[in-house]
């Protein structure tokens, strides 16, 4: 769904004015120098001219966790007028880590890399880099080497701390459990019928070894593909302290290039992951 921008919201165009600073295209610096790298490679962005895309897909009972995750559960504690006249809601929720947009903190796979609330913003806020292989995206593909090659080869070079996004397909298969993971089923059963594409090991270690991303976010629910059972990928990832973004939603609304992420987690003290809220900003 695309968001108005906010040239279009009363009283939002003089605070979009003053503009924002993100990270320029290198590659994240380390946390003991990221203030002062952040301001010495800054680009500004007027947020008036160009679009916001919600890249978030809504946590509701339906939400898609992995299968032997427990699901999002939203309880009523309050709803109503109250005694003194006022309107009044309030709601309890719960959910695992790993379910709906979220993150992957890279210690989920890799133990003393950062976890969900030491993961500089460098890393969670950049310059996109789309690679749409859903024209050729099967139940078991893997993102391999050549199709980044190809991506590069028509829009040069991914820039050094983008946050690299693949467009499999799968987002429009969101509401559909079974479309999506291959599977209704649930429990420890249902992990060797999952079917959905990821990246290829072997992409993630040229990536790594070759190019400087600051993230990985992706349309379906891993990194690694439904049937990998050695999570290769989320391993070679982690261990660099690569974070992944993974069910992100409206993938196809971006251009290839020339927009910039905003991913957002919940600040979990020492978690391997988090709920998500991620967007775009992006030129008209």
Same mark, same amino acid.
């Given at each position: ?20 600073? =993100?990270? %320029? ?11 002062? +790298?952040?301001?010495?490679?800054? $680009?500004?962005?007027?947020?008036? /001219? ?31 007028? $109250? ?46 880099? #789309?690679?749409?292989? %859903?024209?050729?995206?099967?139940? +078991?593909?893997?993102?391999? =080497? ?39 089923? $649930?429990? !420890?059963?249902?992990? !060797?019928?999952?079917?959905? !594409?990821?990246? /290829? ?6 990536? #790594? ?18 049937? %990998?059972?050695?999570?290769?990928? /989320? ?36 978690? %391997? ?12």
């Amino acid at each position: 769904m695309r968001m108005k921008p906010l040239r279009d919201a009363p009283a939002a165009a003089a605070l979009v004015a003053a503009a924002v600073l =993100v990270p %320029s295209c290198r590659a994240p610096a380390p946390a003991d120098s990221a203030s002062a +790298d952040l301001a010495a490679s800054a $680009t500004t962005i007027d947020l008036a /001219h160009g679009a916001w895309i919600d890249l978030t897909h809504a946590f509701n009972e339906s939400s898609i966790y992995w299968p032997t995750a427990s699901g999002f559960r939203l309880d009523t504690v309050a709803w109503g007028r $109250t005694d003194a006249g006022y309107f009044y809601a309030a709601f309890d929720y719960a959910a695992a880590e790993h379910g709906g947009t979220h993150l992957d903190a890279p210690a989920h796979f890799a133990e003393g890399r950062h976890s969900a609330d030491r993961i500089p913003l460098e890393r969670l806020i950049g310059p996109a880099v #789309v690679i749409d292989v %859903s024209a050729r995206a099967s139940a +078991d593909y893997q993102v391999s =080497v050549s199709d980044i090659e190809a991506w590069e080869a028509e829009h040069g070079r991914i820039p050094d701390g983008a946050i690299l996004l693949l467009r499999t397909g799968w987002g429009g298969r969101y509401g559909d459990r079974a479309a999506y993971l291959g599977t209704e089923q $649930t429990g !420890p059963d249902a992990v !060797p019928l999952l079917h959905f !594409p990821g990246l /290829h090991p072997e992409t993630a270690r040229w990536l #790594v070894g070759n190019r400087a991303i600051a993230a990985v976010g992706i349309d379906t629910p891993s990194i690694d593909y439904g049937q %990998s059972s050695t999570f290769e990928s /989320h391993v070679i990832l982690y261990s660099e302290n690569v974070p992944g973004f993974e069910n992100v939603a409206n993938l196809d609304a971006l251009p290839p290039t020339g927009s910039i992420v905003f991913a957002l987690p919940m600040k979990i003290e020492g978690g %391997s992951g988090a709920p998500l809220r991620i967007v775009a900003w992006r030129r008209r």
